[in-house]
């Protein structure tokens, strides 16, 4: 209605939603357990096992799992993007419209090495020279498999990426307990 209003299609201030006030969504916190961040990986390796998502969705779920990245980072990322030497995926672009460096762990690094190349997308699609359209799906069924509740996600949406980053991040505050892993995920950590 406000987009209407601002192109002239209606009259101005004519939206009947206009002042209806939003409830404020409070911010909440929560760690995935050990044993969550277990199941996790392991339903990720389980559903790839049974051919339920391929080798690069599987790839992708593990990079998010090790990088803390964004759903749309990891499909956007091409593999001249990567710099192994520096250890590093350098998007040109992201959420924030601003370049990003996602730093690679060992795990991440053994991830590439193991994802077969075909295209430019490290997460290949099914159309050659296409990314992997919808990672997010991928992830709904390991979440599945693996028992975890939609409960997990960030912020009271059912938006379904927040989860995985929130795992990175649980993960990295655990070992270096720093605010590197905030600044890593891209955001505040707010689960």
């Known amino acids: 209605m406000t987009f209407a209003e601002d192109v002239?299609?209606?009259?101005?201030?004519?939206?009947?939603?206009?002042?209806?006030?939003?409830?404020?969504?409070?911010?909440?916190?929560?760690?995935?357990?050990?044993?969550?961040?277990?199941?996790?990986?392991?339903?990720?390796?389980?559903?790839?096992?049974?051919?339920?998502?391929?080798?690069?969705?599987?790839?992708?779920?593990r990079l998010a799992l090790f990088t803390g990245a964004r759903s749309g980072e990891i499909t956007a990322a091409k593999w001249e993007h990567?710099?192994?030497?520096r250890r590093i995926i350098r998007l040109p672009d992201s959420k924030t419209n601003e370049p990003r460096t996602i730093h690679l762990s060992d795990a991440a690094m053994e991830v590439l090495a193991a994802v077969p190349r075909v295209g430019p997308y490290i997460v290949a699609g099914a159309k050659p020279n296409e990314s992997l359209k919808n990672l997010g799906r991928c992830w709904t069924v390991a979440r599945k498999r693996a028992g975890l509740t939609a409960a997990l996600y960030c912020g009271g949406s059912l938006g379904i990426f927040p989860s995985i980053a929130a795992v990175y991040r649980a993960l990295a505050c655990l070992i270096t307990r720093s605010t590197h892993a905030e600044r890593q995920a891209g955001h505040l950590f707010q689960i």
């Open 8 to 61: 002239g299609l209606r009259p101005v201030h004519s939206n009947p939603a206009r002042k209806i006030k939003l409830y404020r969504e409070r911010s909440r916190e929560r760690f995935l357990s050990e044993a969550e961040i277990s199941k996790a990986a392991e339903a990720i390796s389980t559903v790839e096992r049974d051919g339920k998502i391929g080798p690069h969705a599987a790839a992708g779920l």
């Open 82 to 85: 990567v710099d192994r030497a």
